[in-house]
């Protein structure tokens, strides 16, 4: 029994019931079964549009007249409080829509009939999914894996006491072509779906839906599924059937036309139908013995992938699902959504891939909530918040390549449009680098209209530097994103009419406040985009002092800096939203923006800015409690950076419970059968976001202190944590009983010194690189506990 296992009795019911498998490429999701068991596959590069879909949007605007004047009568407008033609002038800048993650193909799999179903798992700590059926005398067990090594999905199949027969199936929700293949014992299919050339989002009632071009229009996916066995096996139609089998091996392999992580031309399809086919043939393990180690090969990649980062909560649990989500005690709940969290963002997001979605690398609907793109106002950033602080850097890369292609676009947005320079980002992205606004003309500026993706983006490229200290990194790759979306912030910035400088037009993503009788979303200087303008150019400045570069924007970036204003606290007690006092529309709202100055970025500490820290508790109190999973993910780790435990303790207590099958409304989360955090519906961010706030409680940082258990949640009296990662090169080991640290273990990278706390005791440490320490309850001299 272990709590990194999960474990169903039957066979999913629905999708939320079946197990996710992931190499960063190829998705699956298992649902198990004896006859007709449903393998629903994704490619992560399976879109729907074109590489020319954003700038053909971009010409269309321009063409309409839309430009640099557009956006001097917009702020015209604000200025002159005439806030019903602002909204007419910020709908004129909006293009249609991102385009949409795509299901790709369905793999369906029947073993004998007759056989008794008899449970399945997924081992977090391999990556691998079991099955087993049963009858008299007889065992089959199914272990289906995807590994990184050769891009396969790998289903395996091995009996004892008898031989069986077996059949499996490849079908797609797109149009499919596909041909049977045959190389001696070997036989297979190859099928090309072609992918839609637009998809519109759900809540665009009018828009056309699901349009498919003429083959070849847009893109063009290929799928190999290929077979070997010691039984007898054919090519049935649509079918690969086995008869008298006592094991069989399966791969399938996948890829698309996509150019990804260019920005084009497609790729030809014979290219892509070649090189799918050798990878399959390469990946097939054409006996039992070659299967094993493909098998073995995979968990001890993905076991290195995962690291040494862990945490326990107690003593291992049984985590049946889905009556687990009911009777586990929460730590056993907690410790699982840790491991489970870490095992989607491995799963979904890996070197070379496209980054995570609304719903990491798995989607089963043509039209998926919110198009399953990237949403840029917060999901595909808290997607991330962990990556770094949870032992899983290499997973960062992924977003990093996409903010190349969104540069790349955006910088075009950002000079056609508005006439600034660096580049600019939106609510929304995709695959294809969208940096437009959306909304097709018509859309609510409280959601389509916000301009600051690029600086919050650009946080994780700071992060990635300061937890890992790479100088290449920060200069090859995070130094000419930073000052491109810096330069794109100062030439946004104007006036405020007190001496300062504010973004201008802002808005506080998707919420509005009341003024005059109706919802205003715009303003100048929101609290939020102040806070992410100062970030960026903060640490533009620090990078260029770091690299020996770029002086003459380092200098702009000060000069800019010196005029932004602070956040202040309204008459009401709260950290200002807007900058004036107009009540908001929706006081419990589910964006909590105007505290990212608190978490993630820092700018607010309950020890330096004790008074705005106070106004962002009651600010973060009077959001009330519940919500969505993704944002009581985020409430989480606010009270953490408060280092308030109980707090952390309450939201987990609402974010770890099974979510009601019919939810009361749009805004109540928890947890699906499976431990997919929902919004409703899913969306992986909740995952991954819990997971970062567990870290915020166990250990915060900055590059010079160190503090342990800040908020240790009063439900986790007893505990281990090991390899959380904190900023300044340095990994971290804790273990704690009855709420109080036993001890800690320092493992620094580089040479450093720390201040380190503990509740109200502090202490200086000296660390050299390779040279662990330990710390123990009193933060009494250290003693070296081993050597590089």
């Keep these: 029994m272990s709590s990194d296992v999960l474990r169903f009795a039957e066979p999913a019911r629905r999708w939320e019931e079946a197990f996710p498998l992931g190499n960063g490429r190829l998705g699956a999701m298992v649902h198990g079964g004896v006859e007709a068991a449903r393998v629903q596959v994704n490619d992560a590069t399976a879109w729907s549009g074109r590489p020319d879909g954003p700038a053909t949007a971009l010409a269309e605007l321009m063409a309409a007249g839309v430009g640099p004047g557009t956006l001097d009568d917009l702020r015209t407008s604000l200025d002159e409080g005439r806030d019903g033609d602002a909204v007419r002038l910020a709908q004129r800048f909006q293009g249609p829509w991102a385009q949409a993650y795509q299901p790709f193909v369905d793999l369906t799999v029947s073993v004998q009939p007759g056989l008794r179903y008899a449970g399945r798992t997924l081992d977090l700590a391999t990556g691998v999914v079991s099955e087993r059926l049963v009858d008299a005398g007889r065992e089959i067990t199914a272990t289906w894996f995807t590994s990184a090594l050769d891009g396969a999905l790998h289903g395996r199949w091995q009996a004892t006491g008898g031989r069986f027969r077996w059949s499996a199936a490849l079908t797609s929700p797109h149009p499919l072509h596909g041909q049977g293949l045959r190389d001696g014992r070997v036989v297979g299919r190859r099928v090309r779906v072609d992918l839609p050339v637009d998809v519109s989002p759900t809540h665009e009632p009018l828009a056309p839906g699901v349009t498919h071009g003429a083959p070849g229009e847009g893109l063009t996916g290929v799928a190999v599924q290929l077979v070997s066995t010691d039984g007898t096996s054919a090519v049935d139609g649509e079918q690969l059937v086995v008869d008298g089998a006592t094991w069989i091996e399966l791969v399938l392999i996948t890829g698309t036309t996509s150019p990804w992580p260019a920005s084009g031309p497609l790729r030809p399809v014979a290219v892509v139908q070649a090189e799918t086919s050798a990878r399959a043939t390469r990946a097939l393990p054409t006996d039992r013995a070659a299967g094993d180690a493909a098998e073995r090969d995979h968990t001890r990649e993905h076991a290195d992938r995962l690291g040494g980062t862990s945490l326990r909560l107690g003593p291992p649990v049984d985590l049946l699902l889905p009556s687990a989500l009911d009777e586990a005690p929460q730590p056993a709940l907690a410790q699982a959504v840790f491991a489970f969290g870490r095992y989607l963002l491995l799963a979904s997001s890996r070197p070379g891939s496209p980054p995570v979605t609304l719903q990491g690398l798995w989607n089963q609907d043509l039209q998926p909530p919110w198009s399953s793109a990237y949403t840029l106002n917060i999901n595909l950033e808290m997607a991330y918040w962990a990556a770094e602080s949870a032992g899983l850097s290499s997973c960062h890369d992924a977003l990093f390549d996409h903010l190349g292609l969104l540069a790349e676009q955006g910088t075009a947005v950002a000079r056609d449009l508005y006439g600034c320079r660096g580049w600019v980002a939106h609510h929304n992205s995709d695959v294809w680098g969208w940096a437009l606004p959306v909304g097709g003309g018509h859309g609510d500026p409280a959601w389509a209209s916000w301009w600051s993706g690029g600086p919050w983006l650009c946080r994780h490229l700071w992060d990635r530097y300061e937890h890992t200290l790479d100088r290449a990194f920060l200069r090859d790759v995070a130094w000419p994103l930073m000052v491109g979306a810096a330069q794109f912030c100062l030439d946004w910035l104007r006036p405020d009419g007190a001496g300062g400088l504010v973004p201008h037009p802002s808005t506080s993503p998707e919420n509005a406040r009341l003024r005059g009788g109706r919802a205003v979303a715009l303003c100048a200087g929101s609290t939020m985009d102040v806070a992410l303008t100062r970030d960026l150019l903060e640490h533009v400045v620090e990078a260029a002092a770091v690299l020996g570069l770029g002086q003459d924007v380092a200098d702009e970036c000060a000069a800019a800096l010196a005029l932004l204003p602070h956040p202040s606290v309204g008459p009401d007690g709260l950290l200002r939203e807007w900058p004036d006092d107009a009540p908001a529309q929706d006081p419990h709202h589910r964006h909590l923006s105007h505290l990212v100055g608190l978490y993630p970025l820092g700018q607010i500490d309950v020890e330096r800015t004790p008074a705005l820290a106070g106004a962002a508790a009651r600010s973060l109190a009077a959001r009330g409690p519940g919500s969505t999973g993704w944002s009581m993910a985020w409430k989480a780790a606010l009270h953490a950076r408060l280092g308030d435990g109980p707090g952390v303790g309450d939201v987990l207590a609402g974010a770890l419970v099974r979510a009601p099958e019919q939810p009361d409304g749009p805004w109540a989360g928890g947890l699906l059968p499976n431990l997919f955090s929902t919004h409703p519906p899913f969306q992986v961010d909740g995952n991954l976001g819990l997971v970062a706030a ?44 009855h709420g109080a640290l036993v001890e800690a273990a320092l493992h620094p990278d580089v040479d450093q010194t720390r201040e380190v706390r503990l509740a109200d005791r502090t202490c200086t440490v000296r660390l050299a690189a390779g040279r662990p320490v330990r710390l123990d309850a009193t933060l009494a001299t250290p003693d070296l506990v081993g050597r590089a």
């Design 694 to 737: 567990m870290v915020e409680a166990l250990v915060g940082s900055s590059r010079t202190q160190l503090r342990l258990l800040p908020a240790l949640p009063p439900q986790w009296p007893d505990g281990e944590a090991r390899g959380l990662r904190v900023r300044g090169g340095l990994s971290v080991d804790l273990r704690w009983e």
